[in-house]
């Protein structure tokens, strides 16, 4: 089958919108506090290979021209989805509208390539043989799915949708506002409970929904940070679902404490959930101004981390997936991957670390590794309720005796 000239001018325009909104998030119109030159990677490649579809497109035969445009397409609607998030928050802003825009294109490559197949199929041939080709080629189109498309869009979601500002919540107890400064120049806005007790807690990630947790540290005395993290809410800075470059952030919350009159700089702990927790593992690892480190639902992050828990048949279907994922992730948020927690929890002794896991959750799988690389001095609670980081609300008097103890025993000193 022949394409016609208006099919290929409606993909290349169609491809071309979908990169002139990779360019306006990119480079026209960055997140607050980043520049075009902090983008180039996450830029440029996709763009690129944008205009290698392009070319492409007009050299190959009918179904792999369908394949592509399904592709591209479904790429194309995932990059604009954020901006059906916002829209639905706070209205479209920004690159939203050529968010927008990259829907629509998207839309039409996937309508282009339904139409290429449907026109292109084969009709000529035995019935069995026919209907087992299309089984085939179906198939092969769900691992395409499922091995490049999902983790490619799951690498672009987690590095470009995050809680707005709508969504940060209320403190009801007396506080202090506060804005901390990373050492990539980015400014986080936060909340400071004072301490009463001259020991203090980073409360991380974010402000939405932390209530409970405020209320049980400042209960008993514990001065409690908490703060957008980057890309969240008011914070400078872009997404990062992964949160590879959230020790910065720590950092700089410590930096805060540090320079509080009420805290002992000594006595600065940290409580982190799901992937708080993780880099809360990971900062106490660099920095040794953590006295002590609370991780709750700390799971995998990283390719390495992932494939360790993975065995048999299953470790061959996955390891594509992740590999994708985790490129996608260092791709779209211009970082490299961080080292294995397993190679860095060591790192936090001799200071205390408490790793608290829900016992029946597949987030919370690595658990048992985790544990096991800590050195003493180290806790470990399996929570038998509440399911990922739900402990607090599932056994509220159960956590708070187990939490505040392991603070107390790291932090006050009598």
Do not use: C
């Not at 360019?23 to 026209?28: I, M």
């Amino acid at each position: 089958m022949t394409r016609s000239r208006n099919i290929t001018r409606a993909f290349t325009a169609a491809v071309a919108v979908i990169a002139l909104h990779i360019a306006d998030d990119s480079f026209f119109q960055p997140e607050p506090g980043t520049s075009a030159a902090d983008h180039l990677v996450s830029g440029i490649v996709p763009i690129a290979l944008l205009a290698l579809a392009a070319v492409a497109y007009r050299r190959v035969r009918a179904g792999a021209g369908a394949a592509l445009a399904l592709v591209v397409g479904l790429v194309g609607i995932g990059f604009g989805s954020e901006a059906i998030r916002y829209w639905g928050m706070e209205g479209l802003s920004g690159d939203d509208y050529s968010g927008v825009a990259s829907i629509v294109g998207g839309v039409v490559l996937v309508g282009i390539g339904l139409v290429t197949l449907w026109r292109s199929r084969r009709r000529d041939d035995h019935h069995a043989w026919r209907y087992t080709r299309r089984a085939l080629i179906a198939a092969a189109g769900l691992l395409v799915l499922l091995e490049l498309v999902v983790p490619v869009l799951v690498g672009y979601g987690t590095t470009h949708i995050a809680r707005s500002a709508k969504e940060t919540g209320t403190l009801d107890l007396k506080h202090v506002d506060v804005t901390l400064r990373t050492s990539d120049d980015l400014d986080l806005p936060g909340w400071y409970v004072p301490s009463k007790n001259g020991a203090a807690v980073v409360l991380f990630p974010g402000r939405a929904k932390r209530e409970k947790y405020v209320h049980m540290l400042a209960r008993h005395g514990y001065g409690v940070l908490l703060f957008d993290r980057r890309g969240e809410g008011d914070a400078d800075g872009r997404p990062e679902g992964f949160g590879w470059n959230f020790d910065k952030d720590i950092k700089a919350a410590v930096g805060y404490l540090k320079t509080r009159p009420d805290v002992d700089r000594t006595r600065i702990g940290g409580i982190g959930l799901s992937v708080g927790g993780e880099m809360l593992l990971q900062t106490a690892a660099q920095t040794r101004d953590l006295a002590a480190v609370v991780s709750e639902g700390a799971g995998s992050r990283v390719f390495s981390e992932e494939m360790a828990d993975m065995s048999g048949a299953g470790k061959w279907v996955g390891a594509p997936m992740l590999a994708v994922k985790t490129a996608s992730v260092a791709l779209f948020s211009d970082t490299r991957p961080p080292a294995n927690l397993e190679t860095l929890i060591p790192r936090i002794s001799p200071r205390p670390v408490f790793l608290i896991n829900a016992l029946h959750n597949d987030v919370d799988n690595k658990a048992p590794e985790y544990f096991a690389a800590a050195r003493e001095p180290k806790e470990q609670w399996l929570v038998p309720k509440g399911g990922h980081v739900g402990g607090i609300s599932a056994m509220p008097g159960e956590y708070e005796r187990r939490v505040v103890g392991f603070l107390d025993r790291a932090l006050i000193r009598e």
